[in-house]
């Protein structure tokens, strides 16, 4: 049974470019969840989506930032004009929940973006 | 704004000592999760603890969750060089504007001395 697929595991982007980082859960997961870790920080939430929902993006910047989980194909996050702060390891985890309550998120290996 | 304080920092020790990392807040989560992250790899999950007062095993390593549930601890028994790594605690909630976000302590980084 594969685990959170996660790529580029690794991404350089100069100040301006677009990044694009692709996140598909584990199997019969529907629910995928993107933290950012910065160097020398902790793991920091910034969305929560469903199946073509967005259910919590208030961790998430509200400018260069966006995130998409189609019916089809992997978890987009998309970071527009990136800067040099932008600069970080991004995880996605994925769970089984359901509306009854938490369960356990399990993470994939993560995409280190660098900006140039 | 839920914290989750996770102390020591860092902890370096010597093989087969005993270690505990405690994870501390003042608010209360519906579960605690336990993770070990290796450099450049994700978390890795140890355990998930729900319920007041839980205590599991995994080898060596023992969680609990406080009663509260405002707290948790891992001890680790007769520490060996392969424990090396970030430990990492995650507390999650039920309901609310908080449901699905894991809010994470800061992280334990545990060295462990042949």
């Known amino acids: 049974n594969a685990g959170v697929m996660q790529n580029p595991r690794h991404l350089v982007r100069r100040r301006g470019q677009e990044a694009r980082l692709r996140c598909s859960p584990m199997k019969g997961h529907s629910h995928v969840y993107w933290y950012r870790q910065l160097p020398e920080e902790g793991l920091k939430f910034m969305v929560y989506l469903q199946k073509e929902n967005i259910i919590d993006e208030s961790g998430m910047p509200k400018e260069r930032f966006s995130a998409e989980f189609p019916k089809e194909g992997p978890s987009i996050l998309r970071i527009q004009q990136v800067v040099r702060g932008d600069s970080a390891a991004y995880f996605c985890a994925s769970s089984p929940k359901s509306l009854a309550g938490a369960e356990t998120q399990y993470f994939g290996p993560g995409t280190r973006l660098l900006v140039l | 704004t839920q914290l989750l304080e996770q102390s020591p920092q860092f902890l370096s020790i010597q093989e087969g000592e005993n270690l505990t990392v405690y994870c501390n807040s003042s608010s209360v989560f519906s579960s605690l999760q336990w993770y070990r992250q290796e450099p450049g790899e994700g978390p890795v999950l140890l355990v998930t603890?729900?319920?007041?007062?839980e205590v599991k095993k995994l080898k060596r390593l023992t969680f609990q969750f406080g009663d509260a549930r405002k707290d948790s601890s891992l001890h680790i028994t007769a520490a060996q060089p392969g424990d090396t790594g970030l430990y990492l605690c995650a507390g999650g909630r039920f309901g609310g504007t908080s449901y699905g976000k894991l809010t994470f302590g800061q992280g334990t980084i545990l060295t462990v001395h042949p």
């Open positions: 603890v729900v319920t007041g007062g």
